[in-house]
């Protein structure tokens, strides 16, 4: 399991949560190319996930990608 995720399903909307989670409440989360999650960023292209609700949730409202 990748997140609480049964291999092959996708989570779009709504909150996702894993334990292994550590941001900062209302703070943007944004996907590097590379996959991984982060809150702050330095290099392009990026995809902004959704918002920090919580240390370990994330509340999924993805955008377009920047500096594709």
Do not use: K
Request: neutral net charge.
């Amino acid at each position: 399991d990748w997140f609480g995720l049964r291999e092959g399903t996708v989570q779009r909307t709504g909150v996702l949560t894993d334990t292994s989670f550590s941001f900062t409440v209302g703070l943007p989360i944004f996907a590097l190319s590379s996959g991984v999650l982060v809150q702050a960023y330095s290099v392009l292209p990026i995809r902004r996930l959704g918002v920090a609700v919580s240390a370990t949730s994330i509340n999924l409202d993805p955008q377009p990608t920047i500096g594709s």
